[in-house]
């Protein structure tokens, strides 16, 4: 973590993040993405999030802004400061990884491994889209559930230590049914993730096909 204090150091604005409060960040969802309602998650093409993350380590304790766009082909992640500075932009798309921050742009084919050489932060970038939404990876044991069946506490076996993922609430956005809170544990590491906005999206061709389709088979 020497690297991500010393981000964060530079960053004045950083010590004004102590408390998780709710606001959000200046976004745009791509043109070809539209917003969308949805029964599960799983029905999602794509989805955006706005929240806040809470990081400590034996090293550094501070809070952040956090803006995921998420779909299957490109990953765009921004932590902002609560005036809306953004302080770390990762962002990978087909085998290619840019990060900028502190002024600086780094590259990589894997976009774990750049977030991990260049901030020394090993945060679980490729299971973490899975678990905001309260799903699993293939390297996860499923340790309880909740009285509705949801996953409550999970551990995923890919790393020693193992992280140690705790679904604290639900909420339903877009229709769907994602969590609210979640606190990740490996080591001395913790996590504390606060979704305050997730939105389903879908690719805009799709969503005006379907809303042509019923006029065209009455015709």
């Not at 999030?49 to 090293?59: D, E, N």
């Not at 044991?141 to 509705?148: E, G, I, N, P, R």
């Amino acid at each position: 973590m020497n690297n991500l204090r010393r981000i964060t150091k530079n960053t004045y604005l950083w010590v004004i993040l102590g408390t998780l409060l709710v606001s959000g960040c200046s976004t745009t969802i791509p043109d070809n993405l539209v917003p969308v309602s949805v029964n599960k998650v799983q029905q999602a093409d794509a989805w955006e999030m706005q929240g806040k993350l809470a990081v400590r380590t034996p090293q550094d304790k501070f809070s952040t802004n956090l803006y995921w766009l998420h779909s299957a082909e490109h990953d765009e992640l921004k932590l902002t400061t609560m005036l809306g500075t953004t302080v770390l932009s990762l962002s990978s798309r087909a085998g290619e990884a840019t990060l900028e921050v502190d002024g600086k742009t780094y590259k990589d084919s894997d976009p774990q491994r750049l977030l991990t050489r260049v901030s020394g932060w090993s945060i679980p970038i490729q299971s973490l889209p899975l678990w905001i939404t309260g799903q699993l990876t293939v390297d996860d044991k499923l340790v309880s559930k909740d009285a509705q069946g949801r996953p409550a506490r999970l551990v995923n076996t890919e790393q020693l230590p193992p992280w140690e993922v705790d679904f604290k609430s639900w909420q339903t956005q877009s229709g769907a049914e994602v969590p609210r809170l979640l606190n990740l544990q490996r080591g001395e590491v913790s996590l504390k993730l606060q979704l305050n906005q997730w939105q389903a999206l879908a690719p805009q061709s799709q969503t005006l096909l379907q809303q042509t389709s019923p006029t065209e088979n009455s015709l």
